[in-house]
């Protein structure tokens, strides 16, 4: 199965992918992951990456197709795997198809997950993240145990430096503008479904399985 986790910044999709993962094994392909973690190791991809997610705009389409070619090869995606946050915009859709195709597969299904801005704005604004594994959690909704230590490792919770209140808006401005005419995209091939990113991660969870069978 290889699936497209699709959704503004804050919908849920990380969460979802890990979830997902866990249970069917298909690793999560996360480019932003990916790109704070060469951020993290200092590598010269990192650097250039950084100027334009500290700004909220996306980075330069061939640095995130090389990730994901890259990544696509490895052993662990023989079985398939879960896109989340690429492509983000048409460019980089009509690539992931050439790639696919390169390799006689193709992308399986799109999920979108519907949310408003002003929920988005009020779950980014409180998000707290791992700095070792990347676990979510919310200072409103989902509190960790012990004060900015995750439960899953003890690693230190962090707030992403994108995630401040004006390059959030910035953020979102992205992907309404370059991100969203994917929704279209993947409509016209048969492969969106939708669903509803406000409630509770357990019951979009649920939402997510009965849309995959
Ligand atoms: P995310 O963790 O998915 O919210 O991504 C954080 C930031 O990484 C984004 O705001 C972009 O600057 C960059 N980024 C992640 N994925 C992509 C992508 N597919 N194309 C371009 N930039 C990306």
């Known amino acids: ?122 779950r980014l604004s409180g998000r707290r993240t791992c700095e070792k594994c990347s676990s979510m959690y919310h200072l409103l909704h989902s509190m960790p145990r012990q004060d900015q230590v995750c439960d899953q490792c003890h690693g230190r919770l962090l707030q992403r430096s994108d995630d401040q209140p004006d390059v959030i808006r910035r953020r979102l401005g992205v992907y309404h503008q370059q991100t969203e005419p994917l929704v279209g995209f993947y409509r016209g091939q048969k492969k969106l479904v939708s669903l509803d990113a406000r409630v509770s991660p357990s019951a979009v969870a649920e939402a997510l399985n009965q849309s995959l069978n």
């Open 1 to 122: 199965m290889i699936l497209l986790l699709l959704g503004p910044p804050g919908s849920g999709k990380g969460t979802q992918a890990k979830k997902l993962s866990a249970e069917h094994g298909w690793p999560q392909l996360s480019t932003g992951d990916m790109l704070r973690s060469a951020i993290a190791r200092g590598t010269s991809l990192g650097e250039r990456a950084k100027t334009y997610m500290d700004q909220g705009a996306l980075v330069p389409d061939e640095v995130v197709i090389g990730l994901i070619e890259e990544r696509i090869k490895e052993k662990d995606c023989t079985q398939g795997f879960i896109l989340d946050g690429f492509p983000r915009n048409v460019a980089q859709a009509e690539e992931l198809d050439r790639m696919l195709g390169r390799q006689g597969r193709r992308l399986d299904q799109v999920v979108l997950f519907e949310i408003s801005d002003p929920e988005l704005i009020e």
